[in-house]
């Protein structure tokens, strides 16, 4: 309310004088003064004027006194009243006051003074409650204001609490059922927070992994150090393949997504990140992966995979010079089963054609399935000899021709089937241009030749292929009855120091066929081998050694060193040992005076048994001698490991010495490195006095060569060890 300059008073009495002499007496202290002549004018002039201040008779006609006081307070209209009565009665004061008077003062006034005093002081009063009640009103106004705003601050709070209860409960229910595993990782590796999930697909539960080092779950320290690498330098990485590896072992593969996350500067920076077990990815990617390689049906290696193979085989084959063959198979009237039977049985059929042609596969070879009836085997590593090559490889086509046409059960009925076979060698010509289809082509060409020449048969590419293994299959059969037939028979090939005196020999089979004439060891030996018929002639060998052995020892014939060759196959048997103690019992040969001569290839081959066998030989007092030293592999390394006595330098080498400076530094440094391991030397194939010049030159003691003698029947050998020396 806008402040009046002077203060209205209202004054409300039924007797006029006293209204004046109010009136007069504030105007004169800059009172405003208006008046009511009773109760009900009063109300009136209340209403209308809004005094400050009221001076109000009790006793009073029509409405009295202590209704205007009634009207203020129900009004709460809050002007003072002070009450001025004529009735001296303390039951009227107590009832003003009661009503809300705020003073009472008695009539008439003597001392105006006082009246003054009680109006001033009942105006600044009520000022002071004006302010306070304004002030009020403003706490009051402000206390609602901030209420509200905090009302609605709680509100929001409350809102937004809801939401993160909401958005933790969804997270919670996300964390724990989520097929991915999702983790923190500190910077030091630990790993400080891990989905349940983990167990899902590893033996892991949450607990076991919480606080442990990252390490645990991938120890490739590899492919640990890549990722960590990854997302140092691009702070995230997605779909990153790494291996988890469970509590058991087994490696988990997995698909990492992860991102650095910077925490207040640095301090708490972790990785976050999900993993995804992608095993069946892995097998559905490895399935793909395999079918686009194998057959789906019998499951053999198709015609990409074999292909590739090939290729790799030809250029192998052309580095080490050696062959290798090609296998085409056609089953004859394949056709007629498939339409009269139908595909399941035909397709049955083929699988269990499939399965009968990997039956003792050698690791090296490959049998492929090119479609509908048609399988090709790939034989790899056959040696550096045609001849032996394409033998072995009609060998191998026989036993599957063989194999084949066994019966077939297949529901219920009974089948036959027999193959035509093409053989085509590689590398087939000096060409380097061939190329794995041509081989492939070739085989095919020889397997419709195979057809023409009425099915269920046999035939090579190239003819001269043809000849010579039908002529190796000849001596393998021919072979066979050697023995019995008594047409082998042992050479004796002196070995002599550089003055012609005798210091031992070498045993060589011959064998002389009742047609054919000399068969040369060259040519059957490899036969013997590979079919292993080595292991009764290479017994034969020794036994018959040994018993000339006896022979000339008891006849007083001074023969230091009878050398055997020992075939690969024949030193590999497990008894072998055993065999040889044994014929040296029955025969009563001195073992001291026997020596066996073994190859490189077979000495490397498995070198713990090998030695095994070396140590137990050599306990039998018998000489071992490394034969062809310098055409292997031999590793100095494995050499001295090998309780050996002599070496003997390949002719190879001899041959050239006077015209290969290479051949001069080979046989050079083999006899040092026999000086170092202490090892005595026999250089073989010598033939002219420069190369015995040469060997002896260069500090070799013993020889074997045509120089001296040839290999000679026992009788001639017996009157070289009579005599014994020989002259060049
Ligand atoms: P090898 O063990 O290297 O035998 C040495 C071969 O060189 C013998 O051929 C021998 O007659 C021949 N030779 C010796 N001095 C000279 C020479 O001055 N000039 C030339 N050009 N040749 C010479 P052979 O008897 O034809 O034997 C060939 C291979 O057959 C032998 O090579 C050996 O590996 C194998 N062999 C022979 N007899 C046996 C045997 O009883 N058992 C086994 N497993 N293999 C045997
Ligand atoms: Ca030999
Ligand atoms: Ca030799």
């Given at each position: 309310?806008?402040?009046?300059?002077?203060?209205?008073?209202?004054?409300?009495?039924?007797?006029?004088?006293?209204?004046?002499?109010?009136?007069?007496?504030?105007?004169?202290?800059?009172?405003?003064?208006?008046?009511?002549?009773?109760?009900?004018?009063?109300?009136?002039?209340?209403?209308?004027?809004?005094?400050?201040?009221?001076?109000?008779?009790?006793?009073?006609?029509?409405?009295?006194?202590?209704?205007?006081?009634?009207?203020?307070?129900?009004?709460?209209?809050?002007?003072?009243?002070?009450?001025?009565?004529?009735?001296?009665?303390?039951?009227?004061?107590?009832?003003?006051?009661?009503?809300?008077?705020?003073?009472?003062?008695?009539?008439?006034?003597?001392?105006?003074?006082?009246?003054?005093?009680?109006?001033?002081?009942?105006?600044?009063?009520?000022?002071?409650?004006?302010?306070?009640?304004?002030?009020?009103?403003?706490?009051?106004?402000?206390?609602?204001?901030?209420?509200?705003?905090?009302?609605?601050?709680?509100?929001?709070?409350?809102?937004?609490?809801?939401?993160?209860?909401?958005?933790?409960?969804?997270?919670?229910?996300?964390?724990?059922?989520?097929?991915?595993?999702?983790?923190?990782?500190?910077?030091?590796?630990?790993?400080?927070?891990?989905?349940?999930?983990?167990?899902?697909?590893?033996?892991?539960?949450?607990?076991?992994?919480?606080?442990?080092?990252?390490?645990?779950?991938?120890?490739?320290?590899?492919?640990?150090?890549?990722?960590?690498?990854?997302?140092?330098?691009?702070?995230?990485?997605?779909?990153?393949?790494?291996?988890?590896?469970?509590?058991?072992?087994?490696?988990?593969?997995?698909?990492?997504?992860?991102?650095?996350?910077?925490?207040?500067?640095?301090?708490?920076?972790?990785?976050?990140?999900?993993?995804?077990?992608?095993?069946?990815?892995?097998?559905?990617?490895?399935?793909?992966?395999?079918?686009?390689?194998?057959d789906?049906?019998?499951?053999l290696p198709n015609r990409?995979?074999l292909l590739?193979?090939?290729?790799?085989?030809?250029?192998?084959?052309?580095?080490?010079?050696?062959?290798?063959?090609?296998?085409f198979l056609d089953?004859?009237?394949?056709?007629?089963?498939?339409?009269?039977?139908?595909?399941?049985?035909?397709?049955?059929?083929?699988?269990?054609?499939?399965?009968?042609?990997?039956?003792?596969?050698?690791?090296?070879?490959?049998?492929s399935r090119l479609g509908g009836d048609e399988f090709v085997?790939?034989?790899?590593?056959?040696?550096?000899?045609?001849?032996?090559?394409?033998?072995?490889?009609?060998?191998?086509?026989?036993?599957?021709?063989?194999?084949?046409?066994?019966?077939?059960?297949?529901?219920?009925?009974?089948?036959?089937?027999?193959?035509?076979?093409?053989?085509?060698?590689?590398?087939?010509?000096?060409?380097?241009?061939?190329?794995?289809?041509?081989?492939l082509?070739?085989?095919d060409?020889?397997?419709?030749?195979?057809?023409?020449?009425?099915?269920?048969?046999?035939?090579?590419?190239?003819?001269?292929?043809?000849?010579?293994?039908?002529?190796?299959?000849?001596?393998?059969?021919?072979?066979?009855?050697?023995?019995?037939?008594?047409?082998?028979?042992?050479?004796?090939?002196?070995?002599?120091?550089?003055?012609?005196?005798?210091?031992?020999?070498?045993?060589?089979?011959?064998?002389?066929?009742?047609?054919?004439?000399?068969?040369?060891?060259?040519?059957?030996?490899?036969?013997?081998?590979?079919?292993?018929?080595?292991?009764?002639?290479?017994?034969?060998?020794?036994?018959?050694?040994?018993?000339?052995?006896?022979?000339?020892?008891?006849?007083?014939?001074?023969?230091?060193?009878?050398?055997?060759?020992?075939?690969?196959?024949?030193?590999?048997?497990?008894?072998?040992?055993?065999?040889?103690?044994?014929?040296?019992?029955?025969?009563?040969?001195?073992?001291?005076?026997?020596?066996?001569?073994?190859?490189?290839?077979?000495?490397?081959?498995?070198?713990?048994?090998?030695?095994?066998?070396?140590?137990?030989?050599?306990?039998?007092?018998?000489?071992?001698?490394?034969?062809?030293?310098?055409?292997?592999?031999?590793?100095?390394?494995?050499?001295?490991?090998?309780?050996?006595?002599?070496?003997?330098?390949?002719?190879?080498?001899?041959?050239?010495?006077?015209?290969?400076?290479?051949?001069?530094?080979?046989?050079?440094?083999?006899?040092?490195?026999?000086?170092?391991?202490?090892?005595?030397?026999?250089?073989?194939?010598?033939?002219?006095?420069?190369?015995?010049?040469?060997?002896?030159?260069?500090?070799?003691?013993?020889?074997?060569?045509?120089?001296?003698?040839?290999?000679?029947?026992?009788?001639?050998?017996?009157?070289?060890?009579?005599?014994?020396?020989?002259?060049?």
């Amino acid at each position: 309310m806008q402040k009046r300059e002077n203060p209205l008073i209202l004054t409300i009495d039924d007797e006029e004088n006293i209204r004046d002499s109010f009136r007069l007496f504030l105007e004169d202290f800059e009172y405003t003064v208006i008046e009511a002549c009773n109760g009900r004018e009063g109300i009136e002039k209340i209403q209308q004027e809004k005094p400050d201040l009221i001076l109000c008779d009790l006793r009073m006609p029509d409405v009295d006194g202590l209704e205007v006081l009634q009207f203020l307070k129900d009004q709460e209209l809050n002007i003072p009243i002070i009450v001025v009565s004529g009735t001296g009665v303390i039951g009227d004061a107590i009832e003003a006051i009661r009503r809300g008077a705020w003073n009472y003062l008695l009539k008439p006034i003597q001392d105006m003074s006082v009246l003054l005093h009680a109006i001033s002081q009942a105006l600044e009063r009520a000022q002071l409650l004006d302010e306070n009640r304004a002030y009020q009103e403003h706490l009051e106004e402000e206390v609602s204001r901030r209420t509200e705003a905090l009302q609605k601050t709680m509100q929001e709070l409350n809102q937004s609490h809801q939401k993160v209860q909401e958005n933790e409960e969804k997270y919670r229910l996300i964390f724990e059922n989520l097929q991915d595993v999702y983790f923190e990782i500190l910077l030091d590796g630990m790993i400080y927070e891990i989905s349940p999930s983990i167990s899902h697909f590893s033996l892991y539960q949450r607990e076991e992994v919480l606080g442990e080092n990252i390490e645990t779950l991938f120890p490739s320290t590899q492919n640990r150090e890549r990722l960590l690498e990854l997302l140092r330098n691009n702070s995230s990485v997605t779909d990153y393949e790494i291996y988890l590896q469970d509590s058991d072992g087994t490696l988990i593969p997995c698909s990492l997504n992860a991102r650095y996350q910077d925490v207040e500067g640095g301090s708490q920076d972790k990785i976050c990140g999900t993993l995804r077990d992608i095993t069946e990815r892995k097998q559905a990617e490895a399935r793909i992966e395999y079918l686009a390689y194998f057959d789906a049906l019998t499951e053999l290696p198709n015609r990409r995979l074999l292909l590739d193979r090939l290729e790799q085989n030809i250029s192998r084959a052309r580095r080490h010079k050696h062959f290798g063959a090609m296998l085409f198979l056609d089953l004859d009237r394949f056709k007629n089963i498939n339409d009269s039977l139908g595909h399941p049985v035909g397709d049955a059929l083929l699988k269990e054609v499939s399965t009968r042609l990997t039956i003792d596969l050698r690791n090296e070879d490959t049998v492929s399935r090119l479609g509908g009836d048609e399988f090709v085997m790939l034989m790899s590593d056959l040696g550096n000899d045609p001849i032996n090559a394409a033998a072995m490889a009609q060998q191998k086509a026989e036993t599957i021709q063989a194999r084949l046409a066994e019966k077939y059960l297949i529901s219920d009925h009974v089948l036959h089937v027999t193959p035509s076979i093409g053989v085509a060698m590689f590398p087939s010509s000096d060409d380097n241009s061939e190329t794995g289809n041509d081989i492939l082509r070739y085989a095919d060409t020889a397997m419709y030749r195979a057809k023409d020449d009425g099915r269920d048969t046999i035939r090579f590419f190239l003819p001269s292929m043809q000849a010579a293994a039908d002529e190796r299959l000849a001596i393998e059969k021919e072979l066979r009855y050697a023995i019995e037939k008594n047409e082998l028979s042992l050479y004796f090939q002196t070995q002599v120091d550089q003055n012609g005196v005798i210091v031992g020999a070498e045993t060589l089979i011959r064998w002389i066929h009742p047609e054919s004439g000399f068969i040369s060891p060259a040519t059957f030996i490899p036969v013997a081998e590979a079919t292993g018929l080595i292991l009764p002639i290479g017994q034969w060998v020794l036994q018959h050694a040994c018993e000339y052995l006896k022979t000339w020892q008891d006849a007083g014939l001074e023969i230091h060193h009878l050398a055997v060759n020992v075939s690969p196959r024949q030193f590999r048997q497990p008894d072998f040992v055993y065999q040889v103690c044994s014929i040296l019992e029955e025969t009563g040969a001195d073992p001291s005076l026997l020596g066996l001569e073994l190859t490189e290839g077979m000495v490397i081959d498995n070198v713990v048994d090998t030695i095994e066998k070396m140590q137990a030989l050599k306990q039998l007092g018998i000489e071992l001698s490394i034969d062809d030293f310098g055409t292997g592999y031999s590793s100095l390394t494995y050499l001295k490991r090998m309780p050996l006595d002599i070496l003997k330098i390949d002719q190879s080498f001899v041959r050239d010495i006077s015209t290969d400076a290479n051949d001069a530094a080979i046989v050079d440094t083999i006899i040092s490195m026999a000086n170092h391991l202490d090892l005595k030397v026999i250089a073989e194939g010598v033939e002219t006095e420069l190369e015995l010049a040469f060997l002896a030159g260069k500090g070799c003691k013993t020889y074997q060569g045509y120089h001296f003698s040839r290999p000679v029947p026992d009788d001639q050998f017996t009157k070289q060890l009579e005599a014994g020396t020989v002259h060049c």
